[in-house]
């Protein structure tokens, strides 16, 4: 059965350094999303992705934080310069493009650990 | 989306059925009722959605009120493995990419 991927499981970095967290989407998907989970609390939304732009972006996804799908099969997150509250999972979803159908399909998410 | 309401935890015993409620008492006519769990901190899981009818598949089981105001999902025979956190959101299926808006769902308990 299809999946979500998502690389790497653990990262820890230092505070202003920058992170790359990569995700690899089912395959015929075409709505892609980042969303987070601080330790503890819900599930948040940061972005949405379709067609190579942003579709929808929540009050955190701020200037620190990117998107990008550089080819076909990855899509990152990016933050520029962590601070130590971006600790927290990052789940990558992806989801089909069927009216009726929204289902999104997550995967196991990246432990991000600032220090 | 519309706000949903869920009792923080329950409790079921394995192999017995599970009912989990939601209330939804303010959705719309086009948005659906979507079920996800959680286990441990694991990515969010699809379950099952529906708009007004039933709907059963190889997981679970949706009953929706005919008045679309509340929802349960229900799990035949649970499982130690059925221990998670279940999340009812209200979601508009409009082929968009739109977000999950996640509460703090209801911690099932699957005890031996």
């Known amino acids: 059965e299809p999946e979500v991927t998502q690389t790497p499981s653990h990262q820890v970095t230092q505070m202003g350094q920058e992170v790359i967290l990569r995700c690899v989407p089912i395959?015929?998907?075409?709505?892609f999303y980042w969303y987070r989970q601080i330790l503890g609390q819900k599930v948040e939304f940061l972005v949405s992705f379709y067609n190579n732009e942003i579709s929808e972006k929540s009050e955190i996804f701020d200037d620190q934080f990117s998107v990008e799908r550089p080819d076909g099969s990855n899509f990152t997150l990016k933050i520029r310069s962590t601070k130590l509250e971006d600790s927290a999972m990052y789940f990558c979803?992806?989801?089909?493009?069927?009216?009726?159908?929204?289902?999104?399909?997550f995967g196991p998410g990246t432990r991000l650990t600032v220090l | 989306d519309a706000k949903t309401t869920q009792p923080p935890s329950m409790d079921c015993a394995e192999g017995r059925a599970a009912n989990l409620p939601c209330n939804h008492s303010t959705i719309s006519g086009n948005e659906y009722v979507y079920w996800y769990r959680q286990i441990h901190s694991q990515g969010p899981q699809y379950i099952i959605h529906g708009l007004k009818n039933n709907e059963t598949n190889e997981m679970a089981s949706l009953i929706i009120t005919e008045d679309r105001k509340s929802s349960t999902l229900i799990l035949p025979h649970a499982t130690l493995r059925d221990t998670a956190v279940y999340y009812c959101i209200v979601h508009i299926s409009s082929g968009s990419a739109r977000q999950l808006t996640f509460g703090s769902g209801t911690q099932l308990t699957v005890l031996p």
């Open positions: 979803a992806s989801s089909e493009r069927t009216s009726g159908r929204n289902e999104q399909f």
């Open positions: 395959s015929n998907h075409l709505y």
